[in-house]
């Protein structure tokens, strides 16, 4: 199920907006303003932003930007403003579409369908399992407030790891999946490579934890 984010300090919009994506069979999360929609999506994933320009504290546009530096989503623009003025600030910021108030809901449904389906052939989805992001486009790794920029294998190992959740997987298999089948090392590169992991993350989150299952290898484990 595809989760929606819509941020309209219109609470009419947003229960309309809202009511109507339920039916369509996605799953709604609702905030008033950018602020708390920020805070949103630092702790839930979601697929798509829907985004009102006019609101107090911040404003669609500057939302918009916010979300385009951290998060690999697509977003579309709600205004009542029709000037071309308007929509060009607008694709500056970052959106990917834009709808002027009023609208018809089967348009607005058209356009997320639409995105979602661009977004899925162009790019991987991003990772989320609680506090933890990670965003494939910008090689970035977040934890609460804190990113980091690993090194490429540490990466890509992370990556795979928490592709498969409470999975066991040998060393030889993370070396075929990570380094490929020509690297000549050998498999004690899989155990540096994780200590490193454990070292980075380990005082900043208790939700997940990379263990070694004596005899076989590793898997992250979610708490």
């Given at each position: 199920?595809?989760?929606i984010?819509?941020?309209?300090?219109?609470?009419?919009?947003?229960n309309?907006?809202?009511?109507?994506?339920?039916?369509?069979?996605?799953k709604v999360?609702?905030?008033?303003?950018?602020v708390k929609?920020?805070?949103?999506?630092?702790?839930?994933?979601?697929?798509l932003?829907i985004?009102d320009?006019?609101?107090?504290?911040m404003d669609?546009?500057?939302?918009?930007?916010?979300i385009?530096?951290?998060?690999?989503?697509p977003?579309?623009?709600?205004?009542?403003?029709?000037?071309?003025?308007?929509?060009?600030k607008?694709?500056?910021?970052?959106?990917?579409?834009?709808?002027?108030?009023?609208f018809?809901?089967?348009?607005?449904i058209?356009r997320v369908n639409a995105?979602?389906r661009r977004?899925?052939?162009?790019g991987?989805?991003?990772i989320?399992?609680?506090s933890l992001?990670i965003?494939?486009?910008?090689?970035?790794?977040k934890?609460?407030n804190?990113?980091f920029?690993?090194?490429?294998k540490?990466?890509?190992?992370?990556t795979?790891?928490?592709?498969h959740?409470?999975?066991?997987?040998s060393?030889g298999?993370?070396?075929?999946?990570?380094?490929?089948?020509?690297?000549?090392?050998?498999?004690?590169?899989?155990?540096?490579?994780?200590?490193?992991l454990?070292e980075?993350f380990s005082?900043?989150?208790?939700?997940?934890?990379?263990?070694?299952?004596?005899g076989?290898g590793y898997?992250?484990?979610?708490?």
């Amino acid at each position: 199920m595809k989760t929606i984010l819509i941020v309209d300090d219109d609470v009419f919009i947003r229960n309309l907006v809202k009511d109507f994506l339920m039916r369509e069979g996605f799953k709604v999360i609702a905030s008033e303003n950018g602020v708390k929609a920020l805070e949103v999506l630092n702790n839930q994933f979601c697929d798509l932003a829907i985004v009102d320009i006019m609101m107090p504290v911040m404003d669609g546009y500057h939302l918009t930007t916010e979300i385009r530096k951290q998060y690999d989503i697509p977003i579309i623009l709600l205004t009542a403003k029709s000037q071309i003025e308007d929509k060009e600030k607008g694709f500056e910021s970052g959106t990917d579409d834009y709808l002027i108030k009023p609208f018809e809901p089967k348009e607005l449904i058209f356009r997320v369908n639409a995105l979602l389906r661009r977004y899925g052939k162009t790019g991987e989805a991003n990772i989320k399992i609680g506090s933890l992001y990670i965003n494939k486009k910008s090689y970035e790794v977040k934890i609460n407030n804190k990113t980091f920029m690993l090194p490429l294998k540490e990466f890509e190992l992370l990556t795979f790891l928490s592709t498969h959740p409470n999975q066991v997987f040998s060393r030889g298999h993370l070396i075929e999946k990570i380094w490929g089948l020509d690297f000549e090392g050998d498999e004690r590169t899989v155990d540096v490579h994780i200590k490193r992991l454990r070292e980075r993350f380990s005082n900043f989150t208790e939700e997940f934890a990379i263990k070694t299952i004596r005899g076989v290898g590793y898997s992250l484990e979610v708490q």
